[in-house]
């Protein structure tokens, strides 16, 4: 199965995602804060996780590196999104697999998220 994680304080972008990658086919759960993306990270463990990068009280690129350290989680694919454009030069820092920015074309995120998840699942 194909287990998507998206991570976002917005809740109308972790619906509208939710349900896009669920018609297409995955497991999918949402996460709006930091300590309830780690449970979820552990508990449903995902192959691919979709990270916003200014979280509610957090920041989702020291997440992102809190992933990437764990010897148990460094494989998952982290994707990191935001609509700040200057955050893609940052992101290779702390460990993100890819970039997006906000507003996603959705054709591209349902590209990426599933180029990731084949070359996830085969290893």
Not at 5 to 20: E, G, H, N, Q, R
Not at 31 to 49: D, I, M, T, Y
Not at 107 to 123: D, F, G, H, S
Request: proline share 4%; aromatic share 6%; net charge negative.
């Amino acid at each position: 199965m194909k287990r998507l994680l998206i991570v976002d304080d917005d809740p109308d972008i972790l619906t509208l995602m939710s349900a896009l990658f669920r018609k297409n086919g995955f497991d999918v759960e949402t996460a709006s804060r930091k300590e309830e993306a780690l449970n979820k990270v552990v508990q449903f463990a995902p192959q691919v996780v979709l990270l916003d990068v200014l979280l509610s009280g957090s920041d989702g690129r020291e997440f992102c590196r809190q992933i990437k350290d764990n010897v148990e989680t460094k494989h998952i694919v982290v994707i990191m999104l935001s609509a700040h454009p200057v955050a893609a030069t940052q992101i290779k820092n702390y460990g993100a697999d890819d970039f997006l920015a906000k507003p996603i074309q959705i054709p591209t995120l349902i590209e990426v998220v599933c180029n990731y998840m084949e070359k996830a699942t085969q290893r």
